[in-house]
């Protein structure tokens, strides 16, 4: 167990709707990143917050936003879904938002877009 | 631009035999970190091992050993005498030495002991 939770696990919904991904980080850890998995495309970054503020933004879509609320948990919300959105989704805390610290990964949300 | 290649899409061994899963990096950073994940059947991401670029010496872990060469920009894992617990995706990352920086995954090597 990593520390970092994530809910729901699996998620399964029609396109077009809109969907909440909820993520804690271990205790400590300051930075919180999102990751999607998908068959086609890998693990793929796409965004990154520290502290409340975001830091980074990777592959992430416009359809696509997150926050990180003032006791640290995030959370990931995707519009407009499309079959293509099904995916892993991941969450990961560090204690610092640099390179210099491993990630730890929560259990993933499985999203299905029907 | 940063990229983390692991060439060995599916490897298949016998149990107790030795396997070497390769990963090669780029970067144009000059401190930098390595990273190896595990990811079980079950989902999960699973740490392993994290390399500071300056940091060159040879790990070991039980049955995991980890060899870093800067010259070749590699960072391969092997694990000895493996077991069929050890069937999972496992996955090379790099990050650099900024803040904002995310880790950049390779496309994963899934390896399959069977007893």
């Known amino acids: 167990d990593s520390g970092v939770t994530q809910t729901p696990k699996h998620l399964i919904t029609a396109t077009g709707q809109r969907v909440t991904l909820r993520c804690s980080p271990r205790?400590?850890?300051?930075?919180v990143y999102w990751y999607q998995q998908s068959l086609d495309q890998g693990l793929q970054f796409l965004i990154q917050?520290?502290?409340?503020?975001?830091?980074a933004k990777g592959n992430i879509l416009e359809r696509f936003s997150a926050q990180q609320f003032p006791d640290l948990h995030s959370e990931l919300n995707l519009s407009s879904l499309e079959l293509g959105d099904s995916a892993l989704y991941f969450c990961?805390?560090?204690?610092?938002?640099?390179?210099?610290?491993?990630?730890?990964f929560g259990p993933g949300t499985r999203l299905t877009v029907l | 631009a940063q990229k983390v290649t692991q060439a060995q899409t599916e490897i298949s061994v016998v149990e107790k035999e030795d396997v070497t899963l390769d990963c090669v990096y780029e970067?144009?950073?000059?401190?930098?970190?390595l990273f190896w994940y595990k990811q079980p059947p079950s989902g999960e991401l699973v740490f392993l091992i994290r390399?500071?670029?300056?940091?060159?010496q040879n790990e070991i872990s039980g049955r995991y050993s980890w060899n870093f060469q800067k010259s070749t920009s590699s960072f391969n894992f092997t694990i000895t005498a493996s077991q069929v617990v050890d069937s999972a995706v496992y996955f090379c990352?790099?990050?650099?030495?900024?803040?904002?920086?995310?880790?950049?995954f390779g496309k994963g090597t899934t390896l399959s002991v069977s007893s």
């Open positions: 990961a805390s560090s204690v610092v938002g640099t390179g210099v610290n491993e990630q730890f």
């Open positions: 205790s400590g850890d300051l930075s």
């Open positions: 917050y520290y502290n409340g503020e975001e830091r």
């Open positions: 990352a790099l990050s650099e030495n900024q803040a904002g920086t995310a880790l950049i």
């Open positions: 970067t144009r950073d000059t401190t930098y970190y």
């Open positions: 390399r500071n670029s300056f940091d060159e």
